[in-house]
């Protein structure tokens, strides 16, 4: 017999949103956003500030957060015939001959082993060696300090302008350590140190586990029916301090609650044991949560496995409502904007 997992269509993920709703910008202040609150066990939603989420999460909970590092991993390059090439990094293949899996757009007329140049200086810059599958090509770097001079922030495509020299600071965690993502882990963008200093006085902990954010988490799903799609794998990393922290937890019987999707995948992945592995787990409705008793998240894309993951967790019809009652009171959506809480 088929689970409803098996029986959801991508159809069924989907929210009208007025294009001037998505956040091009932060807010003012990391913790400035608003927060749409969804207890599960109660009907109805409740609507606060993200600076009052100390408040709202249980005395003594685990905060578990996703310390990886955005790379400044979008390359403009071009061809020797003048055409634009921008190249988005996915993943170090092998560091010693500094060969990556990318994103090359566009990639149709290229060839393999063609060179493209640096914007900034015309010089030979990056070498395609295949086009590879999946969207993801092989390329060679061809200097040491490429992505450093020229590397820009990869900024969604919602977001309709050029990074900016705030994006460096902004759209990055203040708590970023292990670089390696070509997004951010967005639902921690909200914390500041201030607000973590506050989730401490309530004795609420955080755990940093790791997972590097490509293609698995935000590449569109293009099937109709889920139980064709195919997350990419994605590289984590739980440290023994963060695995005896969760354990610690759930023999105490405190609720941990996950800062983000990517945060939530990792727990289920590794099921909150220390050591570090791929994952390509697609949580959608059906699913059962083993980790995770709450959830912070930004509102997602329509369609998207992350609205799904969130939709997985509190009920299809419920989150889509709460969508709707954002969309109404005019929230913010997407990387820069505003949150919600599902406790």
Partial sequence: ????????LLSDFDYDLPEELIAQHPPERRDGGRLLVLERQKAGLVHRQIDVLPELLPAGCLLVVNDTRVLAARLPLQRDSGGAVEALLIEQLDAKQRIWSA????ARRLRAGEQLLAGDTGQPAVELLDKGQDRLARIRLL??????????MPLPP????????FDAERYQTVYARHQGSVAAPTAGLHLSP?????????????ARITLHVG????????????????MHQEHYLVSERAAEQ????????RPVIAVGTTSTRTLEASQGRAGSGQTDLFIRPGYRFGQIDGLLTNFHLPRSTLLMLVCALAGRERVLEAYREAVKQRYRFFSYGDAMLII
Avoid: Q
């Avoid at 017999?1 to 959801?8: F, G, I, P, Q, T």
């Fill in 194 to 206: 201030e607000l973590i200093a506050r989730l401490a006085e309530r004795r609420i902990e955080l």
């Fill in 143 to 152: 200097a040491d300090d490429l992505i450093e001079r020229i590397g820009r």
């Fill in 1 to 8: 017999m088929k689970s409803a997992a098996d029986n959801a």
């Fill in 246 to 253: 969760i354990a610690s937890a759930r023999r105490d019987g």
């Fill in 103 to 106: 994103m090359l757009k566009p």
């Fill in 215 to 230: 293609p698995g988490t935000f590449l569109p799903v293009r099937v109709e029916r889920l139980e064709a799609h195919r």
């Fill in 158 to 165: 919602y977001i309709r302008r050029e990074a900016e020299d």
